[in-house]
């Protein structure tokens, strides 16, 4: 006979299954119930006859079975909670398994990461380069197709016949040619309207003789990297001044409100030659990293980059039209491009004499030019026929610099000689020379826009009054080299700059 499940008061069990008997009203398991009645078809209470279709469900929520009575000894009790205890500590273990590959995956994540970012800088390194070479690259699209210069050009010699080899260039079109050559008129008729009458507002040599330091600025270029290298002055206006430094920075300086306008960067080396536009807020830069870059001072941005040469840059001249820059290099060649396209317009060495150039400079009217040597030679050269038709030797070591008087017919150069000569161009001679101090390093040399005064920097500071050549300034302010000079509208201030990384105003 099958066991029954009675009555939860009777045997203390709770059925899984609960149902109720309509004939004696008792509670019973279903599965032994059910049983029960195919076998007897009666009521086990009251043998009153039951069927499987009487019974009545009762719905009860999930029943909790109480513990055996072996799980509520001591013992039992024991053994179950060292059972929990291994089980906690199985699911630590797991967890510090987990916590372990965790960190794992993390490290190799950062790893990742920070491989990711140097790639992303060396790419973006890459696009910006790639981007500065296009911005070269687009201003030649479309202009016409390089081509030589006509054999008799490159056949022609210089003074004495000595051959030149002229680059495969664009070349400089008839139009360009007759542009410099009306500019060229245009300047020598205003020279001979002013004739040899000194402006009145030009300040007195007894008046300049009085001049002292009235000014000193020492935080335009940075100090980790001291020097300031060369200087300008914008002509339109004698209260911005420029300037190139060893930091590799080109800072445009205002000297009325004595504050910074613009820091230019973007050459990679040192700036030795700068230039200030007459008339636009444009300046010019150049350095050993061989490229001339032109910079929009309001922009405050480079806006082309000439590469016209292969090695340092060592000398720069803006044409009178202000068109077309005038360069020199330590590769041999003097270049002559146009600054709105970027192009080169012609290229040329002196082969037979295969030396580098230190400067360059052009004359007043913009049709001749000088450059000198490293071996002491000044030669001038015709820009139309790209040949050399003078040359000025006298000097001994490398020629440092050369400055054209406003009259044009005097050139002035220094060289590692501890000297200073006079050149007359239309004699075609040396008719003074200014012996300085011994181991005296002349660095800068510059005319008045009257062509009255001449300053020397380098060792120090000394202004010349020309004709007499008298001495009526010496200035030695500077603790390091003075490197560039530059004289205001008639005289009316000096300004200078120093390998001490000063810029300093001279006036009364």
Known sequence: MYALMLPH???????EHPCVSPVSNQVFERRLIEKYIAENGVDPMNSQPLSEEQLIDIKVSHPIRPKAPSSTSIPAILKALQDEWDAVMLHSFTLRQQLQTTRQELSHALYQHDAACRVIARLTKEVTAAREALATLKPQ??????????ASQLAAGGAGGEPMEVSVQVGMTPEIIQKLQDKATVLTTERKKRGKTVPEELVRAEDLSKYRQVASHAGLHSASVPGILCMDLCPSDTNKVLTGGADKNVVVFDKKEEQIIATLKGHTKKVTSV??????SVVFSASPDSTIRVWSVTGGNCIQVVRAHEASVTGLSLHATGDYLLSSSEDQYWAFSDIQTGQVLTK???????????????HPDGLIFGTGTADSQIKIWDLKEHTN????????GPVTSIAFSENGYYLATGAQDSSVKLWDLRKLKNFKTIALDNNYEVKSLVFDQSGTYLAVGGSDIRVYICKQWSEVLNFSDHSGLVTGLAFGDN???????????SLKFYSL
């Open 275 to 280: 230039i200030y536009h007459p008339s636009q």
């Open 9 to 15: 008061s009777v045997s203390n069990e709770v059925p």
């Open 389 to 396: 038709v003078a040359n000025f030797p006298g000097h001994s």
């Open 348 to 362: 040329v060495t002196d082969e037979a004499a295969g030396v580098a150039l230190t400067c360059a400079q052009f």
């Open 491 to 501: 005289a009316q201030f000096l300004s200078s700059a120093g390998m001490d990384r």
């Open 141 to 150: 699209a479309g202009l016409v197709a390089p081509q030589s210069m006509p």
